[in-house]
């Protein structure tokens, strides 16, 4: 009878020691939500205008970006001198891929340039342009209004006898309020910021080639 009484102990024990590792189970899914991927994705307005330069071939390269902002976590600032990542929402693709091809759709669309291909063609280019992220993140600092900032600097060169030569350079920087503190409202704004960014790049760029 002792020795039934001491298995029975044993097995409570195993059973209550389950039942803490299945509460256990179930309160750490509830503490660690799933990832969401998010893309950036614009839409140039308007129709295509006639080319101001119809014999350029415009190759837009890969953009460079901050070491700040080159991993897939968004971006938050918190403080003047505090920023943190948001681990469980990240960009699809690194993020200066996503602009890249921005870049590229917008000026295919504009009519700016006789053709725009991106740096995987093997088309010989008569201009480049390269673009480089300085800032990209969402400022959520306390006390202040919540903003999408996104700046640019963008590089345009010209093949001149194998060599190349700077024929514009500029760099954008655009605020965006936020409807919302987050993630989903960050890449509304994004979007919105890149959108006028690059109809000013457009306004600059059909001025340049003329």
Not at 43 to 53: D, F, K, S
């Amino acid at each position: 009878m002792k020795s039934s009484g001491f298995f029975s102990r044993i097995s409570l024990f195993y059973l209550v020691f389950l039942v803490f590792i299945l509460a256990s189970c179930i309160q750490f899914e509830r503490e660690y939500p799933e990832q969401v991927f998010h893309v950036i994705s614009i839409e140039r307005p308007g129709n295509m205008g006639r080319p101001v330069a119809p014999d350029i071939v415009l190759q837009v390269k890969r953009c460079m970006i901050s070491p700040r902002y080159k991993n897939n976590e968004l971006v938050y600032q918190i403080g003047k001198f505090n920023f943190e990542s948001d681990f469980y929402n990240k960009y699809f693709i690194p993020p200066q891929d996503m602009v890249s091809e921005e870049v590229t759709r917008w000026f295919q669309d504009s009519g700016v340039a006789g053709m725009v291909v991106d740096e995987r063609t093997l088309l010989k280019a008569t201009h480049a342009l390269t673009g480089s992220i300085k800032s990209l993140y969402g400022d959520y600092r306390d006390g202040e209004e919540s903003l999408a900032v996104m700046t640019i600097q963008f590089l345009v060169t010209r093949d001149n006898r194998g060599a190349n030569e700077v024929l514009f350079m500029n760099t954008y920087e655009e605020s965006v309020v936020l409807k919302d503190r987050n993630a989903e409202s960050l890449i509304t704004g994004l979007n919105a910021a890149l959108t006028r960014v690059l109809t000013r790049l457009e306004e600059d760029l059909r001025a340049a080639f003329r």
